[in-house]
């Protein structure tokens, strides 16, 4: 286990991996498309998104990698 950084509040086990203007999609369980987005960072259990315009998320959805051409179901 590694050691938090000064002024670091997050504690998670596994390390976010940073991305460089890497793009997805957020699609409803029902593969309905809602919003494009950014990934800023990923992890194993997460991913970190930004969404540049306002749109309603619902609690569950899949978040599409324009990269992979894969999908996930965050936590």
Do not use: N
């Not at 390390?15 to 309905?32: A, D, H, I, M, Y």
């Not at 991913?47 to 996930?72: H, K, M, N, T």
């Amino acid at each position: 286990m590694s050691v938090p950084r000064f002024g670091k509040s997050e504690q998670r086990e596994q390390e976010r991996k940073r991305t460089r203007l890497r793009s997805g999609k957020l699609v409803t369980l029902e593969g309905q498309f809602i919003i494009e987005c950014h990934f800023q960072d990923l992890a194993e259990a997460g991913a970190r998104i930004r969404i540049v315009a306002q749109s309603y998320i619902p609690e569950r959805f899949w978040l599409f990698d324009d990269q992979y051409c894969g999908a996930s179901l965050p936590g």
